[in-house]
């Protein structure tokens, strides 16, 4: 028996209150497991333990990735675990941090951290440029084979072409529909799917992405800023003591955590800006060799009996170019 759409919402939230609720256990366990980087290593410089921070993050993501897997059973849900790192630190900056602070600084953090959740549930909930069509259903390209999921898509292609040139204003983009396993759907100027947003990035939520990054980037500098303000007014460096408090421990761990992010989250955003400036997928990038558009034959030189396939973007058009036409994206 077929289950309704109601049904089928029920179902799904029913769904992913388990991946929330582990998501949620590991991103207490994080900042703890973080917290034992400065209880342990407080002599050592502060780069030395940014460095073990990262290298311990990356353990602890890992084997915590294994451990859900092997011995759980159970999927994390990696929108949650963004959703609860950023409740995890508003709470921590409430309880602590803001006692050193002024109004303001609190007043201004703390818009800063609802606008975050308000774009993350923006960014999930968004259409990143859903491509219907009259061949098939979304559900019959789930079940189909690779092979079926590659005449779709040569049947979108000449979809594509017969589409009005004036609908894109000579830009291409209807011609870069790509298909994404994850969503199993076809997406307009797909550039990825983003696992910590739980959705495709595509061409109508494209420059919400790289709103919310910047979104993140300023409140981490926020963040920063405060536990600095905290930190100097506290003494916590000048006078490490030989038990620190685990809110102490916690407030370091919170900066190194903020900086890991802030580092990762600045190269994301100069890529991304890379890739506007010269009207470039991140998928298309990946896997140029996929799309016919982006192999240029290169013809074999005296003595050799092969042709080389390079890299091309056809789509390229000037930097000024490139930009107007990502601002000036529409469905």
């Known amino acids: ?42 002599a050592s410089a502060f780069l030395a333990q940014l460095a073990l921070s990262a ?14 897997r092997t011995l759980l059973k159970r999927r994390a849900s990696a929108p949650a675990f963004v ?38 549930y923006s960014i999930i909930t968004s259409d990143p440029g859903f491509v219907t069509n009259g061949f098939a259903s979304s559900d019959q390209v789930a079940e189909g084979s690779v092979s079926e999921v590659h005449i779709h898509e040569k049947e979108l292609e000449v979809l594509a072409s ?4 004036d609908s894109t204003e000579g830009s291409g983009l209807v011609t870069r529909v790509r298909y994404c396993r994850i969503c199993k759907a076809y997406i307009k100027g797909l550039d990825h ?32 800023v405060c536990t600095s303000l905290f930190v100097a007014k506290s003494g916590l460096l ?11 421990n916690l407030t370091v761990s919170t900066i190194m955590f903020t900086i890991l992010q802030l580092v990762w989250q600045v190269l994301f955003v100069i890529w ?20 016919p558009e982006f192999q240029l034959l290169v013809q074999p030189q005296p003595g050799k009996n092969f042709t080389s396939i390079k890299f091309r973007n056809p789509y390229d058009k000037g930097i000024r170019q490139n930009v107007k036409e990502f601002l000036a994206l529409r469905a």
């Open 1 to 42: 028996m077929d289950e309704t759409p109601d049904e089928r919402k029920r179902s799904g939230r029913s769904k992913s209150i388990g991946p929330c609720i582990v998501s949620c256990i590991f991103v207490f366990l994080t900042h703890l497991v973080l917290s034992l980087v400065p209880r342990f290593f407080s």
């Open 55 to 68: 290298l311990l993050l990356l353990f602890f993501l890992g084997f915590g990735g294994w451990c859900r």
């Open 83 to 120: 959703f609860f790192n950023i409740l995890f630190i508003w709470g921590f900056y409430i309880s602590v941090i803001s006692q050193a602070v002024s109004l303001l600084n609190d007043a201004v953090f703390s818009c800063e951290v609802v606008f975050l959740l308000i774009g993350l």
């Open 162 to 165: 017969g589409l009005s040139d």
């Open 193 to 224: 799917h983003c696992p910590a947003f739980g959705n495709c990035i595509g061409q109508k939520n494209h420059p919400l992405f790289l709103v919310l990054l910047f979104g993140l980037i300023i409140t981490e500098a926020s963040y920063l």
């Open 238 to 248: 000048r006078r490490p003591s030989l038990e620190p408090t685990l809110s102490e």
């Open 272 to 291: 991304h800006i890379y890739c506007v400036c010269f009207n470039i997928r991140t998928d298309e990038w990946i896997n140029w060799k996929k799309h």
